[in-house]
């Protein structure tokens, strides 16, 4: 593969072709003076009364070849390490233009110029080596510095023939070509050479090579969970509608469920059920005690052994679905009451709960008066940033504290809010709510 270096080296190749075609036609002699060539931007020729009778060739545009773009693998893996090099493969546009002065000058050059490129319809290999290389008879530091450099290109080198390919351009595209140089226009013939293919040096990672390979052919199984419902223990019916608690299982309806290694993934706890709880259609997992309350989300993960030796492998990945975990109250007291008569109380709530709290969880304590006269509207008050001990590191708290104040006397049902998740209130032989429950005396 060729370097950097590689375009500017297929122009010193091509102008080092048209000047031996020069020299070995004699062109010299029929237009009957001296004929150069040149790689320069056609604004930068002199077009004065002294225009020189010469041969240009301009490298007007660059891109990209969609053949060998196509062919590289991807360079990089799934953590962005740089996994092959994959050539930067171009195709370069040309135009070859004849200046002159001299009445049919122009015309004599660009048709030799023209019939010295169809000629060589591609550069040989041996060509661009010999076109590259230093003169062995350069002594000292004599040698251009250009010319030293695009010896190292290793054009010569690459897998694919260099081919040069005449292009056709309407009179439109060329007078925008020519419009955009600012340069006075010439007769000019276009030309694609393609291609050529540049390779970073960079070191990547190699896998090692595959020494066995393992054909496995299974069924396909789109995993779906349709529903998640909520169990107290294993004997209770599955209520629609439940709150899912702490401790509860979890239980996951849908289809085509079942294989033989499955796990359910609880955001990052893989919880295997036991083999008598999975079906096509349901899958009950008992809840991780670790699981904070708020919003989870929950996948049917299958593994498939296999490997030399048999490793389990992600097999079918069901869809995702979103549950809450909510919070409740195992015991809630009341203490250091302040306030007497019609005044306002304050206290201190003291609340017991599961799960435990997380060190960012957001929690809201929520009362709500239970008064025995309908037409009367019950107070409700919100509180946010209970009291705990904080632990360093830390550990998660069950027992939190709730400063409130300006709270009416009476009794009030008590809920929390952590992340979302409320907490849920029991009913009792009335339909009314009534549990857990403060008094403010």
């Known amino acids: 593969m060729s370097t950097a270096l590689a375009i500017a080296s297929v122009t010193h190749v091509l102008k080092d072709l048209l000047n031996n075609g020069i020299i070995d036609r004699d062109i010299t002699g029929v237009v009957g ?17 002294n225009e020189h009778s010469q041969l240009n060739l301009f490298m007007y545009q660059v891109s990209p070849n969609p053949g060998w773009n196509s062919q590289g693998m991807p360079s990089r893996n799934s953590n962005g390490d740089l996994v092959s090099n994959p050539p930067l493969a171009l195709d370069l546009h040309y135009l070859l233009t004849a200046y002159g002065t001299v009445e049919l000058h122009t015309e004599i050059l660009l048709g030799y110029g023209m019939q010295l490129l169809h000629e060589t319809p591609m550069l040989s290999k041996s060509a661009i080596k010999n076109s590259l290389s230093p003169p062995q008879t350069v002594t000292g530091n004599d040698l251009p510095a250009n010319l030293k450099a695009l010896s190292t290109s290793g054009l010569d080198q690459q897998a694919e023939l260099i081919k040069i390919t005449p292009q056709a351009l309407s009179v439109d595209e060329l007078s925008k070509l020519w419009t955009a ?10 030309y694609k050479i393609t291609v050529v293919l540049i ?5 990547f990672k190699s896998s090692l090579p595959v020494k066995e390979r393992n054909v496995y052919v299974l069924p396909f199984k789109h995993a779906t969970i349709d529903k998640l419902l909520s169990q107290k223990i294993d004997t209770d019916p599955v209520i629609e509608g439940q709150k899912i608690l702490p401790g509860y299982n979890l239980v996951l309806q849908g289809s085509s469920l079942y294989a033989d290694h499955v796990f359910v993934k609880i955001d990052e706890f893989n919880i295997t059920p036991e083999a008598s709880k999975i079906s096509d259609s349901n899958i009950t997992v008992k809840l991780p005690g670790e699981l904070q309350a708020g919003i989870h989300g929950v996948q049917v993960v299958n593994t498939i052994a296999m490997g030399t030796p048999e490793l389990p492998h992600k097999g079918f990945i069901s869809n995702s679905l979103a549950f809450i975990l909510s919070p409740f109250i195992t015991n809630a007291a009341v203490n250091n009451v302040t306030g007497s008569g ?3 109380r304050s206290a201190d709530i003291v609340l017991k709960i599961e799960p435990a709290l997380g060190e960012k969880q957001k929690v809201v304590l929520l009362l709500n008066e239970i008064t025995a006269d309908p037409s009367k509207d019950p ?10 001990t904080i632990a360093s590191p830390f550990v998660p708290v069950k027992t939190i504290t709730f400063k409130v104040k300006g709270v009416k006397a009476g009794k009030y049902l008590v809920r929390i809010q952590v992340d979302g998740a409320e907490s849920p209130l029991t009913v009792n032989g009335l339909g009314l709510y009534d549990v857990p429950n403060i008094v403010l005396p």
Do not use: C, M, W
Not at 181 to 190: D, E, G, V
Not at 381 to 386: A, I, N, R, T, V
């Open 199 to 203: 390779e970073s040096k960079k070191s």
């Open 181 to 190: 140089f600012q340069a006075k226009y010439r007769p000019t013939a276009a």
């Open 33 to 49: 003076g001296n004929v150069i060539v040149t790689a320069l931007a056609p604004d930068k020729i002199d077009t004065s009364a």
């Open 342 to 344: 019609s005044t306002p």
């Open 379 to 388: 107070n409700f008050y919100s509180f946010l940033d209970p009291v705990f």
